[in-house]
């Protein structure tokens, strides 16, 4: 029906762990697919998340919740030989496979493409590794912060000159790699309606960051010159730079060369297009720090209102630098419907944020709690044609958990 979910039918099977992965998953889910999270027995470690610093701590389970919503859960140990048959099962009934198992461990379980191929054809096998599938480094495990940030160069251009590199803000690179890995399931999704054929797709932690990177990284491949770490107090260009306003508040400025006259203005200082320290480009890198001070002192003399209301007005790129507490009152984001509400997660987890993408018509679906460990177990067995007998023997082989739900 022309009002069902873009993705209404569609069944995903999702094996991965922690944040990108799972995070594609989510995005599926929020356009209607149907979406079984397997884990552990035990539970994936991601569920405890919200309680390891540097994280911020709190008592509800926010980063499962927020990777994990919308789906299905089931417990199932893949070490042992009973979950072979459900396995078997989940592949033949899925429309795509979200598995990000280092290779070693995954030709062990025997979850390779070319293992569950034979099951399911059709299938689309998405496949996510910290350093790609080839190299010296393929079977290395990854997160974000070594093969996103650091690997791919991003995290020794993303602070201050003197500064050493910080520690970047956690699942940032996961959650670019999930709209990587979404973007190859769709696509081989298309392919799949044109030829009725499955496929294997795959991303990496690295191959994104370097995407990410990638206006620097194309800049090394063809030699060019690099003017080194920015300095605020000394950068290539003092009109794009982060200045702090009277109320403390920094700010983010990018004045184009067409914008140069009308800020000046608007700042009261005219004088700064004719002052012989700025006059031509040689004198004006040479006299950046001079220039730089002096907007600093602009700057710092009125409150952040203030300046909104004066680069609006001249229509300027500019942006408040705003932690998480002030983002999230953010008016933006509730009109654009960036953060929604969650259904059932309980405590103070009443809302979360949607994943980034939106089709004009079309209603994603409501944001639901994530599953319980095992929750659906019993349903999604007999769905999957396993009657209670079989389910008993499932349990009592330690293939799934001995107890028919639990907590978060």
Known sequence: ????????????????????????AVILS????????????????????????PQPV???????????RNKRGMALDLKSPAARKVLEKLIKWADVLIVNTPHPARA????????????????IYADITGFGEKGPDADLPGFD??????????????RDAGAPPTWPVAGSGDNATAMGLYSAIVTALYRRERTGEGAHVTTSLLAEGIWSASVSIQAALCDAKFFGLHDRRNPANAAMNVYRSADDTWFVLVVTSDKLEAVAKAIGRPDLLTDPRFADPTKLMANMPQLTAILDGVFESQPMEYWYKVFSGVHVTFGAVRSPQEVIHDPQLH????IVPLEGAGGKLTSTISSPLQVHGVTKVSAKRAPK????????????????????ELRASGAIPNVKEHAV
Do not use: C
Request: charged share 20%.
């Open 373 to 392: 460990i095992g929750e659906h177990n019993e349903q999604i067995l007999s769905q999957l044609g396993f009657s209670a007998g079989d389910i008993d």
């Open 1 to 24: 029906m022309a009002n069902d979910p873009i993705f209404a039918g569609l069944k995903v099977v999702d094996l991965a762990s922690f944040i990108a992965g799972p995070s594609a």
């Open 335 to 338: 009109a654009n419907d960036i």
């Open 30 to 53: 929020d356009f209607g697919a149907d979406v079984i999270k397997v884990e552990p027995p035990s539970g994936e470690l991601w569920r405890h998340a919200h309680n390891f610093p």
């Open 58 to 68: 709190a008592e509800d389970a926010y980063p499962w919740h927020l990777a994990n």
């Open 108 to 123: 062990r379980l025997k979850l390779e493409y070319q293992d569950v191929l034979p099951w399911n054809p059709r299938l």
């Open 145 to 158: 912060i070594t093969s996103y940030w650091a690997r791919s160069g991003l995290l020794s251009m993303t």
